[in-house]
Structures are given as structure tokens and as C-alpha cells.
């Protein structure tokens, strides 16, 4: 069984690579060993191919249900939203990005599209890929989010991109404000302290 290449100790020459499309046979067979991978890690929710060194375009999550992508596309995306994520190929070293909440997506193994939603959609809400008849409580928006940013995550994979890719600088930076002895900045030529710090 292969594993997981910590690219912090390892080369991995296909973890930037846009990966080959495969057949539906191929790409179920593969995504049967990534299932198998993370079933006896136990610490990961998703993993591309080229995260073991496998040159195809296939990907699974597990957030709450198995899901098996191949040769995904996201063909939709709607409400951007920041998130905090890690890669099981980085270990220990989390990024903040900005996802999208709400997404819609593309597999050879599914007629039609899958969306994949945090947005509230009432205590009965259900993604368009789950079981008939399964219903999720309103609790579940943070799964419903997480799942939604892993498949992204994951197609991202699939594209040659890491969360590193898309990280984001958080750093707040106050605006300077003048001292109480320099020009107020409303260009009425007085100092700071005698024209606006008093308004």
C-alpha cells in the first residue's frame, strides 16, 4: 500500500502537476486504495492521488460520507469565505484561505453535477448527492462547510495547487494616525491636536 508523501522530507515530483484524466475503471480503482490509505491513517478527511505519488485525476472525502471524485471539475461557485485548513502532505503547517461556500461539481462517476452547501437550508437539508430519504440537521453547517472547502481542497490537488497556493496574509494593520503636533490629515493646515483630535 503506498502512502502519503510529507513534502517537507520527501520529493513528491506529482504534487504540482496537473494530473492525467483517467478511465472510470482506473479511477475507481484508485480511489479505493486512497480510501484505504486514510482508513488506516485515521487522521486525514480527504486525499488526491498525487498526495501518494499517483499520477491521475482522482480524489475521495470523508466527511460524512464517502465520496469518490473522478476527473472533477467545479463548474460553480458562489459566497466566498475565509477558512483555516491543513494538508495531510504539509503536516503541521496550517494556511488561511479563502474558499468558496457553496460549490458545484463535476464527476465521471455521477450523472450530473454534485453541490456541495454550508448554506442553511432548514433541518431537512441534504446535498444533491446524498441518500434519499437521509436527513441532516441545521448543526451539521460546520460539516456541510468543512466538506464543502475539503472538496475544493482536494480538486485543487487534482490541478497541481496546495493550500499554500491560495494562502491569504490575516494581518491586521491599523491605519498610522497623525501625532498631536503634526498636520491634521483634513488639510486645514493646523496641527493634529488643535483642528480634528478634539472633534
Known amino acids: 500500500m503506498k502512502k502519503v508523501i510529507d513534502c517537507f522530507k520527501e520529493d513528491n515530483p506529482v504534487i504540482q502537476k496537473k494530473l492525467r484524466k483517467v478511465t472510470l475503471e482506473e479511477g475507481e480503482k ?22 501518494v505519488g499517483i499520477d491521475a485525476a482522482v480524489a475521495v472525502v470523508n466527511v460524512r460520507e464517502p465520496i469518490v471524485l473522478i476527473n472533477p ?16 502532505s504539509f ?22 453535477t454534485m453541490i456541495f452547501s454550508g448554506v ?28 464543502a472547502v475539503c472538496v475544493q481542497h482536494e480538486i485543487d490537488h487534482l490541478n497541481g495547487l496546495v493550500c499554500m497556493d491560495r494562502k491569504i496574509d490575516t494581518t491586521y494593520r491599523a491605519e498610522k494616525k497623525p501625532g498631536r503636533n ?18
Not at 503536516?91 to 450530473?112: A, F, H, I, L, Q
Open 182 to 199: 503634526e498636520p491634521c490629515h483634513c488639510g486645514s493646515g493646523k496641527k493634529f491636536k488643535k483642528c480634528c483630535i478634539n472633534k
Open 120 to 147: 442553511d437550508t432548514g433541518e431537512k437539508a441534504k446535498g444533491s448527492w446524498e441518500q434519499e430519504g437521509k436527513t441532516y440537521q441545521v448543526k451539521d453547517r460546520d460539516l456541510r462547510i468543512l466538506e
Open 73 to 88: 471539475e467545479i463548474v460553480s461557485r458562489e459566497t466566498e469565505i475565509p477558512f483555516y485548513e491543513g494538508c495531510l
Open 30 to 51: 484508485v480511489a479505493t486504495e486512497l480510501f484505504e490509505i486514510l482508513n488506516k491513517r485515521k487522521d486525514g478527511i480527504g486525499l488526491a492521488a498525487n498526495q
Open 91 to 112: 503536516p503541521g503547517k496550517g494556511v488561511n484561505t479563502k474558499r468558496y461556500e457553496t460549490v458545484e461539481v463535476t464527476s465521471d462517476n455521477v450523472d450530473g
